[in-house]
């Protein structure tokens, strides 16, 4: 079985701070996983991806996460917020070997300016 | 530039009506996925296909159907829609390995 917690349903952060969102995962074999940011009326789009590769990925826009196995999370985070990073974002695992996909209930973040 | 559409942005249909939901993707992938996207329940597995004419059921497929009769098509059907299915209605594309490509979602009301 898989499952991913994301703690925060609402992020408030100031415009130019550190941006963090919280992943927590549960996975019965390696995992990968994805954070996807949704932006108003639109599909969800990737930010970023773990595959068993460098446990430090870096995504797009600035994003970047770290899979650390020993705490089972994978957070997110940016140096400095900008204003268009306001959306909702998406943790996500698959199973090794396995092509369903779960998703975490979503983190709204809004950025204050 | 990969991408997956949608028949449509917004639908209203009324309750007990047989509705159906369609999505391309121009990627030749293999799976194919429907989501219906609540507030506060995030993204939820209806059904998903991994090959043509081949279909698996996701975490909520009562009250659903879909059918894959090419490998770009994949249409997710409501046989008789009720005010509970009024939802966000995503659907994705992707490889056995890596990321899923959505569309840009169909909001469906349903009165």
């Known amino acids: 079985a898989q499952s991913v917690t994301q703690l925060g349903s609402h992020v408030s952060v100031s415009e130019g701070a550190l941006v963090l969102l919280r992943c927590n995962y549960s996975?019965?074999?390696?995992?990968?996983l994805f954070w996807y940011v949704q932006y108003p009326n639109q599909g969800l789009q990737l930010l970023l991806k773990?595959?068993?590769?460098?446990?430090l990925v870096k995504g797009i826009n600035g994003f970047e996460a770290e899979f650390k196995k020993s705490e089972t999370s994978f957070h997110l985070t940016k140096p400095s917020a900008h204003m268009s990073d306001a959306a909702e974002y998406f943790c996500?695992?698959?199973?090794?070997?396995?092509?369903?996909?779960?998703f975490g209930t979503g983190t709204k973040l809004q950025v204050i300016p | 530039d990969v991408k997956v559409t949608q028949s449509s942005r917004y639908l209203v249909k009324r309750t007990g009506e047989k509705v159906f939901l369609e999505c391309v993707q121009d990627?030749?992938?293999?799976?194919m996925f429907w989501y219906r996207q609540d507030p506060g329940l995030g993204l939820r597995l209806i059904y998903f296909?991994?090959?043509?004419?081949?279909?698996e059921k996701g975490d909520i497929p009562e009250g659903y159907s879909v059918s894959r009769e090419k490998k770009e098509r994949f249409s997710l059907i409501l046989e008789s829609a009720s005010t509970n299915q009024t939802s966000m209605y995503l659907c994705?594309?992707?490889?056995?390995?890596?990321?899923?490509?959505f569309g840009p979602g169909t909001r469906l009301t349903v009165l």
């Open positions: 996500a695992v698959r199973s090794g070997g396995y092509q369903k996909v779960t």
């Open positions: 296909s991994y090959d043509v004419k081949m279909k």
């Open positions: 773990y595959t068993s590769a460098a446990t």
């Open positions: 990627m030749d992938h293999e799976n």
């Open positions: 996975s019965s074999v390696p995992p990968y």
């Open positions: 994705a594309g992707g490889d056995r390995v890596n990321e899923q490509f």
